[in-house]
């Protein structure tokens, strides 16, 4: 037989499986299909479709791979599974009946189970999947049982069934157990639950400065802001035994709007490198320079002979003060070591701040051509003088810094997204696209740089199918990350699909509050006709970030 005969075969394999890559048309197993029933076949076209990004395909291919499979219980895993992601519930079910006739029923299936009956309002068979969920002896059922509910459609869903599994006692014996809950409760606006959790846990840790710690940090989401300050005062004596209450107590009322006093509780007590610059930082926040200056001053008499590492802080706390030449003065007196090369990170945006920006460039440049320098130094040289370029408003400066960089560190990720970012910033979209797909092209998966393009894309074109292809692919990487999740609904709100993108929106909102995805929220409620309860997205977008573009886009957008 002639050898080319013998490629044919996988020649037209390969044709077909580019062409299931490549084009929805073919990408749907037809019941004729001859890959229909070859499982190899179906497995392979399925994964092509996920890394397209492209869900419903690769839930049809993997579905008909588990159906020709007999007995293969992974297949029927990785159907529902895909599925779930994709929210296609028949398909989820169909595979989830496959996955439960061959496989044991494991925590995962449990997961599985109660994620489709919470999304298809069947509460009771998905509290019933969660309780089991939450026996599993190896103390990590929460964590899956509360993915469960964060995954849900309906917040008010979710909501009443954690009522319930807190009512009942189903939360297992463990502390970061019933505080996870309790944050969740607290994210659902649950405060009859979250209050419940907190005597439940006084009841069974009574004492504990972390049960108190969760009691302060509800007052303060509810407004109650001096009993939480009552509180948090009870535990100050707490804090001098353990440094993990005492961290934990600063950064609660520096949350309460405190750092002066957060800043109190960190100087009192052993004190080292980490505590001093936490505690500069905290004053800075609370512009509180005479008391950066009493720190400063304490720094200053306890290193006669200052070591790099407290020269390097002495430098920080006289940065933070403003103190700039001083600053420089101990950055340039750090001897060598790891230090060294942080103090010489640190001295160009001193020299910029000292109105030296021609001082401040040649010093990036020397450290961008310095041969010794560790390579992570030289490219962040690159990315900092970019960044100052920028504040300078320096338009050109800025894009030669970047291509100057990409010269140095052809294709390097952290200056193309960069980059990316910059020219997206200034309106330059094809730009901006051309710098992210450099990156994927180098790295496919790259999910920073698909979640970036999605989001692009879906906020600034029209090219809506592009973007949701790309954002599913970053959502399929990181299905619980709450910035992914927030551009998978944005691009449904984009594609008209209101209802499904605040269902997203709000679940990514649950999980992270941040200013845009509060303004995403509220943009999809004022268009749905919701405007009061927008309104109060809105507000709370102002206060995490007034200045946010996508909130000030929303504002003009919608007129609120």
Known sequence: MPAHLLLQPLVCLSLLLGLLAGASAWAQPAPDDALHDDVLGATMAGEYALQAGRLDEAVAWYLSAARA??????????????????????????????????????IDMRAAEATLALRGGKLRIARRELEAILRESSGEGWRHARAVLVSGREPADSARILKQLVSSGAIPDQLRAWVSFADLAQRFGQADVVADILARLAAR????????????????????????RQVLDSLRDAAMISPEVRFALAAELDSLGDPAAAERV??????????????????????????????????????????????????????????????????????????????????????????????????????QDDAGAEEEYRRVAYLMEAEL???????????????????????????????????ERRDDIPRAEADLRKILVADPENVAALNALGYTLADRTQRYQEALELIERARIAEPDNAAIIDSYGWVLYRLGRHQEALVELRRAYTMQKDAEIAAHVAEVLWVLGRKDEARKYFDEARKLDPDNRSLQRALAETGA
């Not at 840790?205 to 109650?224: I, K, S």
């Not at 003060?321 to 790891?338: C, S, T």
């Not at 020299?351 to 401040?360: C, E, I, R, S, T």
């Open 389 to 423: 370029r920028a504040e300078d408003e320096d338009v050109d400066g800025e894009a030669d810094t970047f291509a100057r960089g990409l010269a140095a560190y052809p294709d390097e990720p952290s200056l193309l997204y960069s980059r990316g970012l910059m020219w």
């Open 69 to 106: 499979a007999e007995g293969d219980a992974g297949l029927a895993e990785r159907a529902a599974r895909i599925a779930l992601l994709g929210n296609d519930d028949r398909r989820a079910a169909e595979a989830l009946a496959l996955w439960r006739k061959r496989g044991p029923r494991t």
């Open 205 to 228: 840790y009574p004492g504990d400065p972390r049960v108190a710690l969760l009691h302060a940090a509800n007052l303060r989401e509810t407004g109650d802001t001096d009993r939480a």
């Open 266 to 367: 960190l100087a009192q007590g052993p004190q080292d490198a980490r505590i001093q610059i936490l505690r500069a930082s905290l004053l800075a926040k609370g512009e509180d320079k005479d008391g950066l200056g009493d720190l400063y001053e304490e720094l200053k008499r306890g290193a006669a002979s200052p070591e790099p590492t407290q020269r390097l802080l002495l430098g920080q706390v006289a940065e933070y003060l403003e103190r700039y030449q001083e600053a420089l003065d101990w950055y340039q007196g750090v001897p060598g070591g790891d230090q060294r090369w942080q103090a010489r990170m640190r001295i160009p945006r001193v020299l910029h701040k000292l109105g030296q920006a021609d001082d401040a460039y040649a010093a990036l440049r020397a450290l």
